[in-house]
Nanobody, 118 residues
């Protein structure tokens, strides 16, 4: 399985950015796609995710500002980020958790930098 992420960049506080990620390969029918982020000196945290059943989950601090969406036919996941804040700065990683018969396996895309200036 391969994940190809795009988007990110530099934006002023209050601005918007959109991240996209495309998955390819042997993806289990039961899976979760999402976005994590890691700020300097901090642990990687889950920002938002969406299951193959369509259930979504968001980090409390991004609720109402970020929206995750998924194209199940194309195996893509997007993260629309609005009203960005400096604390949203970090490297964002696309993730796919694929549930096979023998267990779950995590796949990661390359990180993409998001920088929000104050």
């Amino acid at each position: 399985v391969q994940l190809q992420a795009s988007g990110g960049g530099l934006v002023q506080a209050g601005g918007s950015l959109r991240l996209s990620c495309a998955a390819s390969g042997n993806i289990a029918k039961i899976n979760v796609m999402g976005w994590y982020r890691q700020a300097p000196g901090k642990q990687r945290e889950l920002v938002a995710s969406v299951t193959s059943g369509g259930s979504t989950n968001y980090l409390d601090s991004v609720k109402g500002r970020f929206t995750i969406s998924r194209d199940f036919a194309k195996n893509t996941v997007d993260l629309q980020m609005n009203s960005l804040k400096p604390e949203d700065t970090g490297v964002y990683y696309c993730n796919l958790g694929s549930y096979y018969m023998k267990g779950v396996k995590d796949y990661w895309g390359q990180g993409t930098q998001v920088t929000v200036s104050s």
